[in-house]
């Protein structure tokens, strides 16, 4: 199917009016600097930009950060002249939350382009107003013929590749913004908490990559006020902020949020870490991730405070969102004939089985932060992901996937495919029963992208179990090439809303297609 680009509609000049007007207030510092300070009069300013997440036909969830308390104030309208608006009084912004906060926002209309602006208010004058910092995003089709696309990878600011200015900082984002999609998956990494960003890197070819820092960015975070830092830091970048404001999220998290590979209940042995206990890290980490993300299920949605849940995109997508991290075992060599926990958790695992049933959406792609079929390996003995490279029967967490590829056979679930990053390349992987150990599920495909923002990696070993066939793959040949050596890695969803059908696109920033692959509605692994 050709690639049908949508043109942007002119009401953007709202957003870059709103962006530019942000990132006047906050350009980015020279390397050293430390985030703004606070002040405590004047009036209130919303420098870090706008995000909205999680938008449904109906409903959206908008964020802002001000850099004192403040109340906040959402108009939305059908045009960009703000001539007929609608006002949603949002929360008193304060230190309990680092001076986020976020609005939801109901009764929208379906299918349509949505303007909003937010204004910050003193809390003890409401006439002593900031600047509108504006945004606008798209709800979700009610009719199946206007079709979805949408864009998604992972990993930013990993392996010390941080906000470079002498490149124009995170350019894939502008980038991704002109593709102009209905909404952006982050599949998780969405920081690098345990990644130190030093003021320069030289590079194998003698070249000097110069980062941005804070100071929260100069140890791995530990405290509370570091992983705010953390998740604070992307915001320095102007193509991102903007980004935020045109084109609505959906956040899922993995293990770079609090640390690399963490499982619940692990003691460590960083001698970087003063703190231990990687519950109370992750505790903390999550604190920040709500503050810093419009995640509905962190904000008062039904079934809240977990990061799992379903995003519906009209007659034609359900989103599934998974949390592969906070319900797992611990990582071990993966050999165990039983295991009930797995990567996901039997709760976890009830829910999504539940929910696929229920689901009437035409494609129910499933968001993991994980990998299926690729070996990740956590040391010398264990592993990280489901696979634990034995190509026999299901042994470890392979046995709760086994369980849900077989109930989505079995329920004749139809229009799944699985979409991650982690791995930092990109590839398509088939999976078939005739080629697997394990036979009782129905095709399917599942598709890798990312790094937006970090180190690139040669790929990993695939694990014969589930039957993957490796139909496309690029990676370098070196372990972390950084993003001035090697393009940033992205992936498109495009459902044509004629046929139905679901065309995924691995791309490249620069514009380049990898590959490209068609799959028809109502079928299973094509």
Request: contains cysteine; neutral net charge.
């Amino acid at each position: 199917m050709p690639y049908r680009p949508r043109v942007p509609s002119p009401d953007r000049r709202t957003v870059l009016r709103g962006s530019l007007a942000a990132s006047a207030a906050l350009t980015l510092p020279v390397a050293g600097a430390a985030a703004p300070a606070f002040a405590r009069s004047g009036r209130p300013e919303a420098a870090w930009g706008v995000q909205v997440g999680d938008v449904t036909s109906s409903s959206a969830l908008v964020w802002v950060r001000s850099d004192r308390p403040a109340r906040m104030v959402v108009e939305t309208s059908a045009t960009e002249s703000f001539r007929r608006t609608r006002t949603w009084h949002g929360p008193l912004l304060g230190p309990g939350t680092d001076f986020t906060g976020t609005t939801p926002l109901y009764g929208l209309p379906p299918g349509e382009q949505v303007h909003y602006r937010v204004t910050l208010a003193a809390p003890d004058d409401p006439r002593r107003t900031g600047k509108p910092v504006y945004g606008t995003f798209r709800t979700a089709p009610a009719r199946r013929r206007d079709g979805v696309r949408f864009l998604w990878s992972g990993d930013i600011a990993g392996q010390g590749w941080g906000i470079n200015p002498d490149i124009g900082g995170y350019r894939v984002y502008d980038e991704m913004r002109r593709l102009d999609p209905d909404f952006f998956l982050c599949s998780g990494d969405t920081i690098y908490a345990d990644g130190v960003i030093e003021p320069s890197v030289t590079l194998p070819d003698g070249r000097v990559w110069r980062n941005v820092t804070t100071e929260e960015k100069a140890k791995v975070a530990e405290t509370l006020a570091e992983y705010r830092g953390n998740f604070r830091y992307n915001l320095l970048d102007d193509n991102f902020r903007r980004f935020n404001a045109q084109v609505p999220a959906v956040i899922q998290w993995d293990d770079h949020e609090v640390r690399n590979n963490w499982y619940p209940g692990q003691i460590l042995d960083d001698v970087r870490y003063t703190e231990k206990n990687v519950d109370v890290l992750a505790a903390r980490s999550m604190q920040a991730f709500r503050d810093y993300f419009p995640v509905s299920t962190l904000h008062g949605a039904p079934g809240g405070d977990r990061v799992h849940r379903v995003v519906r995109h009209g007659p034609m997508l359900d989103l599934f969102v998974l949390d592969m991290r906070t319900f797992r075992n611990a990582n071990s060599p993966g050999r165990q004939p039983e295991d009930t926990t797995g990567i996901l958790g039997a709760g976890q695992l009830a829910w999504l089985k539940r929910e696929l049933s229920k689901s009437r959406a035409l494609w129910k792609v499933i968001a993991a932060d994980m990998p299926l079929g690729l070996v990740v390996a956590d040391g010398a003995t264990n592993f990280e992901a489901v696979s634990q490279g034995d190509p026999g029967t299901p042994l470890g967490r392979e046995l709760q996937i086994a369980e849900l590829l077989r109930f989505i056979k079995h329920q004749r679930i139809t229009g799944t495919l699985w979409l991650t990053a982690d791995v930092h390349y990109t590839a398509a992987q088939h999976y078939a029963p005739e080629r697997a150990a394990f036979k009782d599920f129905s095709p399917f495909w599942e598709f890798v992208t990312g790094p937006l923002a970090a180190g690139q990696f040669p790929s990993n070993a695939l694990d014969g179990t589930f039957g993957p066939d490796q139909v496309f793959v690029q990676a370098p040949d070196r372990a972390n090439v950084s993003p001035m050596e090697t393009p940033a890695l992205f992936g498109e969803v495009d459902i044509d809303g004629d046929s139905g059908e679901l065309t995924v696109r691995l791309r490249e920033q620069g514009g380049s297609v990898l590959f490209s692959k068609a799959l028809q509605p109502g079928h299973v692994g094509q």
